[in-house]
């Protein structure tokens, strides 16, 4: 992957559960965001934690960021099944120009 | 909702025809990008513009070219489509000077025969 890795590709869950999906990346980083795509469709963004950030809270979103070991979570607390969606992560480096997604993270959330 | 739009949403063409999928937004903003994703895939940058008359090749290398003689406006044109370039294109932009949140177009999902 041209990002890292994110894992896991596929996550399953009852509505109510927890779900957290992790990203890795490879380099220094200014920030990482977080985006949701529904199927065929456009990706929305989330959330943005940037590299002196260790922790942020949006709604029931909760990210982290590790710089140490270029990782990063993100938690979606009391889930939905209209949180059925997948999920991706992206860089941004350098002058900032170039946005880098990873695989993403597919959620299922059972009714 | 994001003011970026993508035209047409779906495209089935045959081999050696040449398209134009569009891209407009109405925010303003001077980055506008290009990713190709294969179903259930990442995305891939394929090109990219800082503004008006700019235009830069992204980290997956492309047949399609791309132009940005207006602001809102930054088409994709495939002079001779092939199975090979069957995918979904998904167009973007943002403001500011850092890439803090990308806008996208709901996509085209193009199919070469």
């Known amino acids: 992957s041209q990002q890292g890795e994110e894992d896991p590709q596929a996550l399953s869950i009852q509505e109510g559960e927890n779900a957290t999906m992790n990203c890795s990346y490879k380099?220094?980083?200014?920030?990482l965001q977080w985006y949701r795509q529904n199927s065929g469709r456009g990706l929305v963004h989330l959330i943005l934690i940037r590299s002196n950030e260790r922790e942020k809270h949006s709604g029931r979103l909760r990210v982290t960021l590790d710089t140490s070991k270029k990782s990063s979570s993100l938690l979606i607390t009391a889930s939905r099944a209209a949180d059925t969606a997948s999920y991706f992560c992206a860089t941004a480096r350098g002058g900032g120009f170039k946005t880098i997604f990873g695989a993403g993270t597919r959620l299922f959330v059972k009714a | 909702e994001a003011d970026i739009y993508q035209t047409p949403r779906y495209l089935v063409i045959g081999t050696g025809k040449k398209i134009t999928l569009e891209c407009s937004q109405t925010?303003?903003?001077?980055?506008m990008y290009w990713y190709q994703q294969d179903p259930g895939m990442e995305l891939h940058l394929i090109h990219y513009?800082?503004?008006?008359?700019?235009?830069e090749k992204g980290d997956l290398s492309s047949e399609s070219t791309v132009s940005r003689i207006r602001t809102e406006h930054f088409p994709l044109t495939l002079e001779s489509a092939r199975p090979s370039h069957t995918s979904q294109y998904l167009c973007?932009?943002?403001?500011?000077?850092?890439?803090?949140?990308?806008?996208f177009g709901s996509g085209t999902q193009l199919s070469v025969l």
């Open positions: 513009s800082y503004g008006v008359n700019s235009t």
């Open positions: 380099t220094s980083i200014n920030n």
């Open positions: 973007a932009s943002s403001a500011g000077q850092s890439n803090e949140k990308l806008f």
């Open positions: 925010m303003g903003h001077d980055k």
